[in-house]
């Protein structure tokens, strides 16, 4: 594990993590208080009452902060690679994208779907939004930075992510306006459960792809630390 003190490595390792964990803790709680179905939940479903509800708003808010960290980590590193063709302007958009889909998501752990639906879903539109375009930002900023940024395998990983994350984001958003039961357990003989399904899937895929594309993070964190630096006035 020498690996993992590496530069700031560990902070994108517990980013993955973290997030990976507290989706899946969420999903367990939920389905063995039977709160929603085993297939096809919502990210939303499975943290919608309590306790899941509570564990999920806490992990998450933790989430949010490593990705804030995150972000900004990535941000600094482009920042030094600016000397060798990366875009500044892409770099501050990426950074912006990158705390308002931070923003997003202590949004949705904090107003439940059945509680507030309008702050819920806004919310939720700001984190896959702003974090869609910020993996195609970042994946873009990779290739403007090259050989520097990253290898090729991992540019194209990143590319690769970020088309993923990109086709999966239209279905979670129109499938998800035809979707009428409001349910955690939905029937499966109603009219609107294809779409629920298909919104449904496309949400795990859009929400694991940023953890993936986080994953691509590590060999870059290796290179550098990040230091505060206090001068007094």
Not at 25 to 36: K, N, T
Not at 91 to 120: D, I, P, R, W, Y
Request: with cysteine; charged share 15%.
């Amino acid at each position: 594990m020498r690996w993992l003190r590496q530069g700031c490595c560990a902070l994108p390792v517990f980013l993955v993590v973290w997030s990976s964990t507290t989706f899946i803790v969420s999903y367990v709680i939920a389905l063995f208080r039977r709160d929603v179905d085993v297939l096809f939940p919502y990210i939303s479903d499975t943290a919608a009452k309590p306790p899941e509800s509570c564990i999920f708003g806490l992990m998450t808010f933790v989430s949010a902060c490593a990705g804030v960290a995150t972000v900004y980590g990535r941000f600094k590193f482009v920042e030094k690679l600016s000397e060798v063709g990366a875009a500044t302007a892409l770099n501050k958009a990426a950074l912006a994208l990158g705390m308002l889909s931070c923003l997003g998501m202590c949004v949705v752990a904090t107003f439940q779907e059945t509680a507030v639906t309008a702050v819920h879903d806004v919310g939720a539109l700001l984190f896959f939004v702003s974090g869609v375009l910020y993996i195609i930002l970042q994946a873009g900023i990779s290739y403007r930075a090259s050989p520097d940024g990253a290898s090729a395998a991992v540019r194209r990983a990143r590319l690769a992510v970020a088309v993923v994350a990109s086709l999966a984001f239209f279905p979670t958003v129109i499938c998800a306006f035809f979707v009428e039961q409001t349910d955690l357990h939905r029937d499966t003989a109603s009219t609107d459960y294809p779409f629920h399904v298909a919104s449904a899937v496309c949400e795990w895929i859009v929400a694991f792809s940023f953890i993936c594309f986080f994953l691509t993070y590590i060999d870059d964190f290796k290179l550098f630390t990040v230091r505060v630096k206090a001068e007094l006035l």
